[in-house]
């Protein structure tokens, strides 16, 4: 007879029991490989094609809607917001990546229809225009299964904020990939554009992203060392207390991961460069306690390769948001 959670929480503890406690390289180039052996690799040698499809001035900054080639036959649609300020010499950037919702439109200040929003920004409060408004040069690629990256047999082409992550994730595993490591790629491709333009510092790129996008903002950071910092809001946690712990979305599930790490030491694979972890203390998908609980393993980790100092927490009064009361000026400080 099933006994309630006792056999999946005896799994659990089972299997975490044969987790590493010893944080060294070794430790981290082995976990890296076994990460990315779960994620499902992609990989592309396609040219990115760039092309400008829409160009908005705004008071403060220009925003482009950009795409480009990620796989072949697959295009990736981003916003790329310059400082009409900016300086000469080229300028830091930020990746900005939103969560579940309608899409990129969502973080630069867009309604679902195209028009330019004038009324509540929502949890993602618009960040990406807070941080191009502080000079960093922003890109907001729109993450396959949102928006207009829906895929038909998942969506409700009515609901706006319907998305089709179920759709692509169930399919992507019958051939033993992801899509969180579709999107991860995908985001590498976008640093691959940044690359491309003279105005951009690679020295200095940050990461900033919000729950399903903070999955992806450090797992992105983890792959790819390009990004120097990173901001994770709404996601830090442990897989038992967030995502084992209620109904989410499939995006969330990579397989045999807990075999190797729990959700603190994946993101502890991002030491020694600097982290921030921002939770809000109401936030009911990824409980403060958990977050707690995951610092925690992530400074143990930082503290295992002397950088202790480069992991900051900021547990805010909110709920599942982005706050950014601190994280925008420590990734502005980290970037220049």
Request: charged letters at 25%.
């Amino acid at each position: 007879m099933w006994a309630k959670h006792s056999f999946i929480n005896n799994l659990y503890e089972e299997t975490i029991k044969k987790h590493s406690t010893t944080y060294d390289t070794h430790w981290k180039e082995n976990l890296i490989d076994q990460f990315r052996d779960s994620l499902g690799h992609f990989s592309s040698e396609e040219p990115l094609q760039a092309k400008v499809l829409e160009e908005t001035k705004k008071n403060d900054y220009t925003r482009y809607s950009i795409e480009i080639t990620t796989l072949p036959n697959l295009r990736m649609q981003m916003y790329v917001l310059i400082p009409n300020k900016k300086q000469g010499q080229p300028s830091p950037a930020v990746l900005a990546l939103h969560g579940h919702g309608y899409g990129n439109k969502d973080i630069v200040g867009i309604n679902p229809d195209g028009t330019e929003r004038e009324d509540d920004p929502g949890y993602h409060k618009d960040f990406a225009i807070e941080l191009v408004k502080k000079g960093l040069i922003v890109v907001a690629p729109e993450l396959i299964g949102f928006g207009e990256r829906r895929y038909t047999p998942g969506y409700t082409p009515e609901k706006v904020e319907d998305n089709s992550c179920y759709s692509i994730a169930s399919q992507l595993l019958l051939f033993g990939k992801t899509i969180a490591s579709l999107r991860i790629f995908e985001c590498s491709r976008a640093l691959d554009y940044l690359a491309t333009r003279n105005d951009v510092d690679m020295e200095k790129i940050g990461c900033m992203g919000i729950s399903g996008g903070g999955l992806v903002a450090a797992f992105t950071s983890v792959l790819d060392e390009r990004i120097k910092a990173v901001v994770v809001s709404g996601y830090t946690s442990t897989f038992k207390e967030s995502i084992m712990a209620r109904r989410h979305c499939l995006d969330n599930y990579i397989p045999g991961i807990l075999q190797y790490a729990e959700m603190p030491e994946l993101i502890g694979l991002i030491a020694p460069r600097p982290l921030f972890v921002e939770a809000g203390i109401q936030d009911h998908l990824f409980p403060d306690h958990s977050v707690k609980q995951a610092l925690e393993k992530i400074e143990e980790i930082y503290h295992a390769f002397n950088a202790e100092k480069e992991v900051i927490s900021h547990f805010f009064d909110g709920g599942h948001e982005i706050n950014g009361e601190k994280s925008y000026k420590w990734l502005l400080e980290q970037l220049n």
